[in-house]
């Protein structure tokens, strides 16, 4: 059972009392696919450079290694990255596992890439992945925040 709490992909921290899950954000497909093609563009960018600098004869084999680490990364994550949910409560947001953010608590929401970074007044940074409506979800964590 707990070890079904700490590897769940959805929150498991139950609601309070009262409380309400006003949105739930899932990532998406596309834009999870979307932001691997840009991490193979760079890795393979990466390799080819680094054989090339190192005076390589065979650089382009560079991009090859750079697209197969991405495309092995992106296929072998996908099943867990994709069921990834967070859900807005009417007091806090709850991510996968037992993260749990007091709205009050919420200083920072910014977007990075198709995802949506969180901070704390504490430090601590959540990332809402691979949104389809980044802006949208930037928008609903702040008016609910008040940030």
Known sequence: MI???????????????????????????????????????????????I?????NPHAWTGAVGGLAA???????VASDELKARWDLTDRRLLGPQTRAVRLA??????????AVQVITAAGDKHLIKYQADRAGTEARIRAAAGV
């Open 105 to 114: 608590e919420i200083k920072t929401v910014r977007g990075l890439g198709s």
């Open 51 to 55: 054989l090339w600098a190192i005076g």
């Open 3 to 49: 070890g079904d709490l700490i590897h769940s992909m959805t929150p498991t921290t139950p609601l309070d009392l009262g409380e309400r899950v006003m949105h739930s954000f899932h990532p998406d497909r596309s834009a999870y696919w979307r932001d691997h093609a840009w991490l193979a563009a760079g890795a393979m960018a990466l390799g080819m450079g």
């Open 70 to 76: 991405i495309a092995v990364r992106g296929f072998y």
